[in-house]
């Protein structure tokens, strides 16, 4: 074998080394960038969802808010009643019930029951919804003092009675 057929040989060895080499580059680069996304994915997601739950927690607080201001209401006026469905409103922000970010509605209406009253309060907090209702028994002498029934967050419509 002459030296110009061994250097040509040693020369293409090289070079399929270093084509052989470029695919791994790209694929090693490729994981790189899925693992760097799929992070960036889940991260985004926690987010998403820690936002939801600090809302849906907010609105809780909302009607239960609602729920004890028209308790506080009766306790007050015994024959307090709503003519319409949320007749009264409760801001927890400037401009709160106006634009439906921070906001309490309520319900006051008779019950099913003599001496039974049934409570709706509606609280919103940006586009978290919890509706809490409870239904309250007063006393057999008719004085204000009342005791609880029914305490249920709604999961349609009404809650069961």
């Not at 008779?110 to 919804?129: P, W």
């Not at 057999?140 to 609880?148: K, R």
């Amino acid at each position: 074998m002459n030296s110009k057929t061994t250097r040509n040989t040693i020369l293409s060895i090289k070079s399929a080394r270093g084509v052989a080499l470029l695919p791994l580059v790209f694929v090693f680069a490729g994981l790189v960038v899925t693992v760097a996304l799929a992070f960036s994915a889940i991260s985004i997601a926690q987010g998403i969802a820690v936002e939801s739950e600090f809302g849906a927690s907010r609105a809780l607080h909302y009607a239960e808010a609602g729920l004890s201001d028209a308790l506080m209401r009766l306790a007050r006026d015994r024959d307090y009643r709503c003519d319409t469905a949320d007749c009264y409103t409760l801001p927890f922000a400037e401009n709160g019930c106006v634009q439906n970010i921070a906001c309490a509605y309520v319900t006051i209406e008779d019950g099913a029951t003599e001496n039974t009253l049934r409570i709706v309060a509606r609280g919103i907090a940006n586009t978290n919804v919890r509706i809490l209702e409870r239904i309250a028994t007063f006393d057999a002498e008719n004085t204000g003092a009342h005791t609880l029934t029914t305490w249920c967050e709604q999961a349609g419509s009404v809650c069961p009675e």
